[in-house]
């Protein structure tokens, strides 16, 4: 039945696709006007209401504050996070917008926020899939960039449902490529899916066995191409016409846009003639009648662009590292994304992997295609796909913060999901009846350092001695990469849980920085923490000594062994408060072993108590604290 067609969707920054399995084969559904490819703009026409695609490209030049283009690089971020892109862009954004807020951007005398113009796109997606099936269209595999961040995801999940459809799966976009090629080629080996597009940049590496698809390593950058090209040439071909001219085009978003299209019809020319001219006509107001006229040459174009491609480089090795494997243990390098086609992009690819790159995909279309393959996985397979099996990787550790501000990472990253993992912690202070979970994404060793994504409480614990209450944390991934986190006290059953819903407020120079940061930082962040746990293991064994003072085997020692201990207590304070944390460490083990006896005493006195029916004194136990507190990491064999 027409109603049972799962579709998927390629979301993409210069253009969108939508594609279904016609048998055997993915195909990409052509909209109206015969193209498969759908331009991601958006513009309203004067009667307000919304053209997606060519038409609405049309109208970039013509009425450019009326249009929207490139809306995934403003998907899930907040206004201070493009400032300077919108020198280039001529968007104009509500003036209520607040720090931290999601976007909305002005169309005319309208709003919408990055999921609602995304999701116009959808629409007519969804319209052309309708039309070429004769029956609506209601669920949609949607890829997004690996290294989307959580806010970026669930804004793609939210524009799908404004946009009328169930999004049963996000997939990772050169996961999806990896699916089409393994269609394709029907082989086992090692693939690197190198996937440079308008806005963003991925590098996975995959392991092919058998029809199963498993993602060993993923990296990328979140703010980094064809756009950046574009850019580039635009602000060269700006600064021309005001040294050459003494116009400054820069506000005049008309001119803006008529230059912006010259230089992507001569960037997309230079990938197939040594030269190209630029002749642009200027706004007659400005310029009387003068032209900007410029020729460009491929050597040229590619000594500009190379800064920009180089920064492919860098996650690329790292995803070589993740993933223990070297260039020449690659068997096959798959191209995806319309800047790939430049001959200086696939040079350097060649280099880096020290294979021919392989081309028979259209890069355009390879994204759609392989999320039609897991669109109809979903469904329940062809005879083709039956057999396969899609395992795709969380790029970022997740953790919750412990005592001392250090991060405890539950999920690693670059673990297959959908994934579930288990810690067990306790508390560090007597009576401690709350204790605060918060929830971090990042690679750094310190919470400060990480990506903040959720906070709740576990209330409700009933008062005991610190290191007595057992919480299991559980963390689950499903295979959207949207996290559930529990929490459970094991001894009184109390449990509180939380699905990390992260705000639209993400930067991604933060996500992007978080790996990187990692590496710059690692000696200092291992050094800090070393020194945390010391602290922390000091102020445990502090505190067990003054309850041993007050209890009664106290009483039971000589006069020299109490002199013993207080001259090790005070060898321990006076270190504690030092950077030295080997210092501290043999301070500890002075002192654990110094008051074995007195343990052993302590331990005879509960028992001895226990037996007799008798409570421990509450005072024992010191008072209670029902403040929320970092909860403090412990070892249960």
């Not at 695609?53 to 690089?73: C, D, M, Q």
């Not at 007195?598 to 005072?619: H, P, Y």
Request: overall charge negative.
């Amino acid at each position: 039945m027409a109603s049972d067609h799962i579709v998927g969707i390629d979301l993409g920054t210069t253009n969108s696709l939508v594609a279904y399995m016609q048998g055997e084969t993915p195909v990409v559904i052509p909209g109206e006007d015969g193209s498969n490819l759908v331009p991601s703009v958006v513009a309203l026409d004067r009667d307000n209401q919304p053209i997606i695609g060519n038409a609405a490209r049309n109208l970039l030049i013509e009425t450019p504050e009326r249009a929207v283009y490139s809306i995934k690089r403003l998907m899930g971020r907040a206004v201070e996070d493009i400032r300077e892109e919108l020198e280039l862009f001529p968007f104009r954004l509500a003036e209520d917008l607040q720090p931290g807020e999601v976007l909305r951007i002005k169309l005319g005398d309208k709003t919408f926020t990055p999921p609602e113009i995304s999701a116009l796109i959808l629409r007519q997606l969804k319209r052309n899939a309708e039309r070429y099936f004769g029956g609506p269209v209601t669920k949609a595999v949607i890829t997004v960039p690996a290294y989307f961040n959580d806010a970026q995801r669930q804004a793609t999940k939210d524009a799908g449902r404004i946009g009328g459809l169930e999004v049963l799966r996000l997939v990772n976009e050169p996961t999806a490529a990896s699916l089409a090629y393994g269609l394709d080629k029907k082989q086992n080996g090692i693939v690197a899916v190198y996937d440079l597009g308008g806005g963003t940049f991925d590098i996975s590496i995959l392991k092919l066995h058998d029809g199963i698809f498993e993602v060993v390593a993923t990296n990328g950058d979140t703010h980094l191409g064809g756009d950046d090209i574009d850019n580039l040439l635009i602000t060269i071909a700006l600064d021309d016409i005001r040294g050459d001219l003494g116009l400054d085009l820069r506000r005049n978003a008309e001119a803006v846009q008529a230059i912006r299209k010259a230089v992507i019809e001569a960037k997309i020319a230079l990938s197939s003639q040594p030269s190209v001219k630029l002749d642009i006509e200027l706004p007659s107001e400005l310029a009387g009648g003068k032209r900007y006229q410029r020729e460009i040459t491929r050597d040229q174009f590619e000594q500009l662009i190379q800064p920009i491609i180089d920064r492919t480089v860098g996650p690329c090795k790292q995803a070589l590292k993740d993933a223990n494997l070297k260039p020449e243990q690659i068997d096959e390098v798959v191209l995806v994304g319309g800047s790939t086609r430049i001959p200086k992009v696939r040079a350097l690819v060649k280099e880096m992997f020290r294979h021919e790159p392989h081309t028979d995909l259209n890069p355009d279309e390879v994204v759609a295609l392989g999320a039609a393959v897991q669109a109809v996985i979903l469904g329940g397979g062809t005879q083709a796909t039956q057999n396969m099996l899609l395992l795709d990787v969380t790029p970022l550790s997740l953790g919750i913060e412990v005592a001392g501000g250090v991060t405890d990472k539950i999920i690693l990253r670059n673990s297959t999901i959908p994934a579930s993992a288990t810690q067990f912690y306790t508390t560090q202070i007597d009576g401690q009846a709350n204790v605060a979970i918060h929830v971090l994404q990042g690679e750094r060793e310190l919470a400060k350092d990480c990506r903040s994504l959720a906070r709740f409480d576990l209330k409700g614990i009933p008062p005991m001695a610190a290191g007595i209450p057992r919480v299991e944390v559980k963390f689950l991934i499903d295979a959207n990469g949207i996290l559930n986190v529990t929490a459970r006290e094991q001894r009184s059953g109390k449990e509180a849980e939380i699905q990390v819903q992260p705000s639209y407020g993400l930067t991604d120079d933060q996500v992007e920085s978080m790996i990187l940061d990692s590496f710059d930082n690692a000696e200092e962040d291992f050094r800090r923490r070393q020194l945390i746990e010391a602290r922390n293991e000091a102020a445990t064994i502090l505190g067990a000594l003054e309850k041993g003072k007050r209890s009664a085997a106290w009483g039971q020692l000589t006069s020299d062994e109490k002199k013993q201990i207080a001259k090790m207590e005070k060898a321990l304070l006076a270190v504690n408060a030092d950077d030295d944390y080997q210092a501290i460490r043999r301070a500890i083990d002075a002192l654990n072993q110094g008051t074995m006896r007195l343990a052993e005493l302590m331990m005879d006195t509960a028992v001895s108590s226990a037996l007799k029916g008798k409570k421990m004194d509450e005072a024992d136990l010191g008072e209670g604290v029902t403040a929320p507190h970092p909860m403090a990491k412990a070892e249960f064999k």
